[in-house]
T-cell receptor, first 109, second 112 residues
């Protein structure tokens, strides 16, 4: 079967760095997405990785290793507004998105 | 990036009635999907909306309950038919290409 694993919840301190991991087993691979979702709102696109390596976008970076079925989202200089759920999703061979359950990130002052 | 307009943003409906949710994209996209999300949970794919043909439904979802239309590349509707309280959820439209996927703001449906 297809499976996306990510931690249920993480806590970090304002100004610090946090890494949210995602491991996947899917039928084929056509890219990995990270989304941010604040409570009561729709998911917001953060990043897309299809090749191995690190993609940096301001305070957010995303890493992919296809051979390991592994990705992480790195958030630097954490701000209180970064408190949200972070969803990992993999596009499979049918171009459908397989979603992880999301990681709830709690930022403390 | 694509901007997706979804309406209504929320509704409270009587059981047994139907609600149609509209999704309009401001640019050409190749893929459109409909998701359901229960509070605190991840997204569940209902179906892929296919232009000019019947939608492709995921296991557990059927056309009679969730009819979907996509008359052109940038517009789709999802109808939740003969609603029951179990249908109370957030319904999300997603659209994009092979490289990116964006979401509408969602429709919060409450069935009473």
């Amino acid at each position: 079967g297809q499976n996306i694993d990510q931690p249920t919840e993480m806590t970090a301190t304002e100004g610090a760095i946090v890494q949210i991991n995602c491991t996947y087993q899917t039928s084929g691979f056509n890219g990995l997405f990270w989304y941010q979702q604040h409570a009561g709102e729709a998911p917001t696109f953060l990043s897309y990785n299809v090749l191995d390596g690190l993609e940096e976008k301001g305070r957010f970076s995303s890493f992919l290793s296809r051979s390991k079925g592994y990705s992480y989202l790195l958030l630097k200089e954490l701000q209180m507004k970064d408190s949200a759920s972070y969803l990992c999703a993999v596009r499979d061979s049918n171009y459908q998105l397989i979603w992880g359950a999301g990681t709830k990130l709690i930022i403390k002052p | 990036s694509a901007v997706i307009s979804q309406k209504p943003s929320r509704d409270i409906c009587q059981r047994g009635t139907s609600l149609t949710i509209q999704c309009q994209v401001d640019s050409q996209v190749t893929m459109m999907f409909w998701y359901r999300q229960q509070p605190g949970q991840s997204l569940t794919l209902i179906a892929t909306a296919n232009q000019g043909s019947e939608a492709t439904y995921e296991s557990g979802f059927v056309i009679d309950k969730f009819p979907i239309s996509r008359p052109n590349l940038t517009f789709s509707t999802l109808t939740v038919s003969n609603m029951s309280p179990e249908d109370s959820s957030i319904y999300l439209c997603s659209a994009g290409t092979e490289l990116e996927a964006f979401f509408g703001q969602g429709t919060r449906l409450t069935v009473v």
